[in-house]
């Protein structure tokens, strides 16, 4: 059995909640940690049963509520060597505190494997995760500038994907971002469409995948409906019917989203 629940999901905090049951984790922590401990508490879950933290990035909104989420819980936290030292350039006093996981390698934590990969970002060593049970596997991969040959197969054949599907073309296009930001998005370290995130959960419910969560909406160039609609929209015409062959859900932002259960 293996549960997944965005505690919050978007480009003002990420901080995804992973369980068998036994072994509860983290992926990121970039709410402030009373927010953290009040959301992990609506799901029963106390801070003193954390058993690990595992960061993606060193970006603000994945890090924010790390160094006080540590003053009240003492939980592992684990990141690639690279964003473990970006995490200690940004706050001073988490500097050594972040053990290394390297793209490629996974380490066990009670009842769970997580394996780190490398996604396309513009940061130090950006990572997305793989979270498996003995029987489930949940993958996790938000800010992703782009799908390559490296990434695609580490998406592939999971029972969950929480993926990004940060932006509309169009709705970026037209929004007050400056032009500098605009062109940082839509680059091949920025953040994946609408557009591309269908044609990924297309291959990947495909290749098996069962519930997709779509993540790390953009507040000003996207909204829950564009998002869902597009992979909907993608999903039927490639002959898929969401919530018949699959269940596809949107991560919403600025509060818990759905726990989702696989293997019962």
């Not at 901080?15 to 799901?43: F, H, K, P, Q, V």
């Not at 990004?164 to 469409?193: A, T």
Request: glycine fraction near 10%; hydrophobic fraction near 40%.
């Amino acid at each position: 059995m293996l549960k997944i629940c965005p505690l919050a999901s978007g480009s003002n905090g990420n901080c995804i909640y992973i369980s068998d049951g036994n072994t509860n984790i983290l992926i990121d922590a970039g709410i402030s940690a009373t927010r953290i401990i009040r959301e992990l508490s609506m799901l029963k879950i106390g801070v003193s049963a954390l058993d690990a933290v595992f960061i993606t990035h060193e970006h603000t909104d994945h890090i924010c509520g790390l160094e006080k989420l540590l003053l009240r819980a003492e939980v592992p936290v684990f990141a690639s060597c690279g964003t473990a030292r970006g995490i200690g350039e940004r706050i001073e006093n988490l500097y050594g505190k972040v053990s290394c996981i390297s793209p490629g390698a996974a380490i066990t934590v009670g009842g769970l494997s997580v394996e780190a990969f490398h996604t396309p970002h513009d940061t130090y060593e950006s990572t997305g995760y793989r979270v498996c049970s003995a029987d489930e596997c949940a993958i996790v991969a938000t800010d992703i500038g782009h799908i390559d040959d490296e990434i695609l197969p580490k998406l592939l054949g999971g029972d969950v994907l929480l993926v990004e599907c940060n932006y509309d073309e169009q709705r970026l296009r037209c929004c007050r971002y400056p032009v500098f930001l605009k062109r940082r998005i839509v680059s091949d370290v920025g953040h994946l469409s609408n557009k591309d995130c269908a044609q990924l959960v297309v291959r990947a419910v495909r290749e098996g995948t069962k519930n997709v969560i779509l993540g790390h909406l953009s507040a000003e160039s996207n909204t829950p409906k564009e998002a869902y609609t597009a992979v909907h929209a993608a999903l039927t015409q490639n002959g898929i019917i969401p919530g018949v062959d699959m269940m596809l859900y949107v991560a919403p932002r600025g509060e818990r989203g759905q726990v989702i259960t696989v293997g019962e």
